[in-house]
């Protein structure tokens, strides 16, 4: 196997024998060529909208979804990721019937296999392939992005929001990943070309959300325990969260968020259900221990998952792009309404939380919340008291070296205002860094996807203060990145013009130096120091 996706992938530069995340290379086998049929579907659908056909929701569907299930953390299912390999071989040989010029598509999108064959067929199809290394880099790149995109686009899906646009887009540049007549310079293009997809991928979820949900808003969100049981709900799918709070109304059980479903609570459509009680635990990564002491069923809507423990492995479920070999798989398309009773049966035996915190934090600040507070920022900006604002959105993760965010947190002026959104922020939303005039100085928009929030926020900031550039507002952007979706909102902060951001705790190991180069030259992205050198970097002291 050789997979280097993922910040976290072997020695910085690949895992080669068993993903750190615990993927098996029989797994990682089946993931490259999950996608890789589906740049082959997707090089069939492309000439087909050249040919002016349609193609079916379904079929976007189907390869998002191929997609996601391939990101970090998703899906370690090997059957369910084989299940998928077949489908989307046979939608495309139904499709590829329907193309009147088959010379215009590429050999591999021809590609046609029997389950046999799937494993000697992933042997040449893996990232290693390319063996230029900077198309391979640039071609990962593109890839990673869209599966990115894709986790954002199945979220808008699930809430009967498609755009059509999204989808063509996302198939055009999985197949020209396929296509060897594109130079570095095409791929670079196409690589900033994504991004800008990838700002209306994140723009088509927040309308999703916000139209079905309302807008995000100040809420204080419980951190202990009650005294019912409980389900736990993970991930980042919230028609899963609604579905599972309908179900358990009036059952006597409550439900809990953790990780990147906390954000749920900002939002005003589940504050009716009375048992939403609270998160429970941290980031992705310390789920061996919160899960165990949790006590009860957890769902798991999407990544990431962690390889689980034999103590709870039976109460861990998986729906939608998520799967584990011996977790129960609840299943249900998009538009259907998915049956949770299994879960819910098994949390009434199980004994209530065990408590490992106490106390509330606070977020809710999406786009809506804080342009509602505009005058009061911006005010506060006019008159020195917010002298910077510090972009701190992405990922958590295992690593030591994660720690230097809690750390430049800490160490941040108390004149500076972070603003954040994914799991990143648990590095330090319980830190009580305090406020600046009623404003809190961690602003948490919501999940990943709500980057996009803090884009719109900084446009409209630029707007008020009557810039030229986004680049001139008093915003450092310091980003914590570890999966395929951070790649994505990388990408669509790129395309927004946006200049000098910091990406840690190490750069992707997919960027060949003449990738990392070109990255550096244009859009000056860098690494991190030591929190005393970008103290000393951002605001000149150390
Ligand atoms: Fe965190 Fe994992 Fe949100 Fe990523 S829970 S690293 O999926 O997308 O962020
Ligand atoms: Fe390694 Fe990350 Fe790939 Fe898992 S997803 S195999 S940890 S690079």
Same mark, same amino acid.
Request: hydrophobic share 40%; with cysteine; net charge negative.
């Given at each position: 196997?050789?997979?280097?996706?993922?910040?976290?992938?072997?020695?910085?530069?690949?895992?080669?024998?068993?993903?750190?995340?615990?993927?098996?290379?029989?797994?990682?086998?089946?993931?490259?060529?999950?996608?890789?049929?589906?740049?082959?579907?997707?090089?069939?659908?492309?000439?087909?909208?050249?040919?002016?056909?349609?193609?079916?929701?379904?079929?976007?569907?189907?390869?998002?979804?191929?997609?996601?299930?391939?990101?970090?953390?998703?899906?370690?299912?090997?059957?369910?990721?084989?299940?998928?390999?077949?489908?989307?071989?046979?939608?495309?040989?139904?499709?590829?019937?329907?193309?009147?010029?088959?010379?215009?598509?590429?050999?591999?999108?021809?590609?046609?296999?029997?389950?046999?064959?799937?494993?000697?067929?992933?042997?040449?199809?893996?990232?290693?392939?390319?063996?230029?290394?900077?198309?391979?880099?640039?071609?990962?790149?593109?890839?990673?992005?869209?599966?990115?995109?894709?986790?954002?686009?199945?979220?808008?899906?699930?809430?009967?929001?498609?755009?059509?646009?999204?989808?063509?887009?996302?198939?055009?540049?999985?197949?020209?990943?396929?296509?060897?007549?594109?130079?570095?310079?095409?791929?670079?293009?196409?690589?900033?070309?994504?991004?800008?997809?990838?700002?209306?991928?994140?723009?088509?979820?927040?309308?999703?959300?916000?139209?079905?949900?309302?807008?995000?808003?100040?809420?204080?969100?419980?951190?202990?325990?009650?005294?019912?049981?409980?389900?736990?709900?993970?991930?980042?799918?919230?028609?899963?969260?609604?579905?599972?709070?309908?179900?358990?109304?009036?059952?006597?059980?409550?439900?809990?968020?953790?990780?990147?479903?906390?954000?749920?609570?900002?939002?005003?459509?589940?504050?009716?259900?009375?048992?939403?009680?609270?998160?429970?635990?941290?980031?992705?990564?310390?789920?061996?221990?919160?899960?165990?002491?949790?006590?009860?069923?957890?769902?798991?809507?999407?990544?990431?998952?962690?390889?689980?423990?034999?103590?709870?492995?039976?109460?861990?479920?998986?729906?939608?792009?998520?799967?584990?070999?011996?977790?129960?798989?609840?299943?249900?398309?998009?538009?259907?309404?998915?049956?949770?009773?299994?879960?819910?049966?098994?949390?009434?035996?199980?004994?209530?939380?065990?408590?490992?915190?106490?106390?509330?934090?606070?977020?809710?600040?999406?786009?809506?919340?804080?342009?509602?507070?505009?005058?009061? *920022?911006?005010?506060?900006?006019? @008159? !020195?008291?917010?002298?910077?604002?510090?972009? &701190? =959105?992405?990922?958590? $993760?295992? %690593?030591?070296?994660?720690?230097?965010?809690?750390?430049?947190?800490?160490?941040?002026?108390?004149?500076?205002?972070?603003?954040?959104?994914?799991?990143?922020?648990?590095?330090?939303?319980?830190?009580?860094?305090?406020?600046?005039?009623?404003?809190?100085?961690?602003?948490?928009?919501?999940?990943?996807?709500?980057?996009?929030?803090?884009?719109?926020?900084?446009?409209?900031?630029?707007?008020?203060?009557?810039?030229?550039?986004?680049?001139?507002?008093?915003?450092?952007?310091?980003?914590?990145?570890?999966?395929?979706?951070?790649?994505?909102?990388?990408?669509?902060?790129?395309?927004?013009?946006?200049?000098?951001?910091?990406?840690?705790?190490?750069?992707?190991?997919?960027?060949?130096?003449?990738?990392?180069?070109?990255? *550096?030259?244009?859009?000056?992205? @860098? !690494?991190?120091?030591?929190?005393?050198?970008? &103290? =000393?970097?951002?605001? $000149?002291? %150390?």
């Amino acid at each position: 196997m050789f997979c280097y996706q993922c910040q976290e992938t072997a020695g910085c530069k690949g895992c080669t024998r068993v993903g750190v995340c615990g993927k098996t290379p029989d797994v990682a086998a089946m993931q490259d060529l999950l996608v890789f049929v589906s740049k082959g579907l997707s090089a069939v659908t492309t000439q087909l909208r050249k040919e002016e056909r349609p193609v079916s929701k379904e079929v976007n569907h189907l390869i998002t979804l191929n997609l996601f299930v391939t990101i970090t953390n998703a899906n370690f299912d090997r059957e369910a990721i084989v299940a998928r390999i077949k489908e989307t071989l046979s939608v495309k040989k139904e499709l590829l019937e329907k193309v009147k010029n088959k010379k215009a598509l590429p050999a591999d999108a021809l590609w046609e296999g029997e389950e046999s064959g799937f494993m000697e067929k992933a042997a040449e199809v893996g990232v290693l392939s390319t063996e230029n290394e900077d198309l391979r880099s640039l071609r990962e790149l593109i890839t990673y992005g869209l599966k990115g995109l894709s986790a954002y686009s199945k979220h808008a899906n699930a809430l009967l929001e498609d755009n059509e646009a999204v989808d063509a887009f996302l198939q055009r540049a999985l197949a020209a990943t396929l296509d060897d007549s594109l130079s570095a310079d095409d791929l670079v293009a196409l690589t900033l070309e994504t991004g800008k997809y990838g700002v209306e991928g994140m723009a088509l979820l927040d309308q999703a959300n916000t139209g079905a949900y309302g807008n995000p808003e100040i809420t204080k969100v419980k951190i202990g325990v009650g005294k019912n049981p409980g389900i736990l709900v993970s991930g980042h799918d919230l028609r899963d969260l609604e579905m599972l709070l309908e179900q358990t109304q009036g059952t006597g059980v409550d439900v809990y968020t953790h990780s990147e479903m906390l954000p749920a609570h900002y939002y005003p459509a589940f504050k009716k259900y009375p048992n939403f009680y609270g998160n429970y635990g941290n980031a992705w990564w310390k789920q061996k221990e919160e899960f165990e002491s949790f006590q009860g069923p957890i769902l798991m809507t999407t990544n990431c998952i962690v390889p689980p423990k034999d103590s709870y492995k039976d109460r861990m479920f998986t729906t939608g792009a998520a799967g584990y070999p011996g977790c129960k798989h609840i299943p249900g398309e998009i538009g259907e309404k998915k049956d949770f009773s299994e879960i819910i049966e098994l949390a009434k035996t199980c004994p209530a939380p065990i408590e490992i915190e106490q106390g509330e934090i606070i977020g809710g600040f999406a786009h809506h919340q804080v342009l509602a507070l505009a005058d009061q *920022v911006v005010e506060a900006v006019k @008159s !020195g008291a917010i002298k910077k604002f510090v972009v &701190m =959105a992405g990922c958590d $993760g295992r %690593a030591k070296s994660r720690e230097y965010y809690t750390e430049f947190a800490k160490a941040l002026p108390k004149d500076t205002v972070i603003l954040t959104a994914g799991c990143a922020k648990y590095k330090y939303n319980k830190l009580e860094l305090g406020d600046i005039g009623g404003i809190p100085r961690v602003l948490d928009a919501g999940q990943c996807n709500d980057s996009y929030s803090l884009a719109v926020i900084a446009l409209k900031l630029k707007e008020v203060f009557g810039l030229e550039n986004i680049n001139e507002l008093p915003i450092i952007y310091n980003i914590a990145w570890y999966e395929q979706k951070a790649v994505i909102v990388l990408l669509s902060l790129l395309y927004l013009g946006v200049k000098n951001i910091h990406l840690g705790p190490t750069l992707p190991a997919f960027l060949s130096p003449n990738v990392a180069k070109v990255l *550096v030259e244009n859009f000056g992205i @860098s !690494g991190i120091g030591t929190v005393e050198e970008d &103290m =000393a970097l951002f605001f $000149g002291e %150390a």
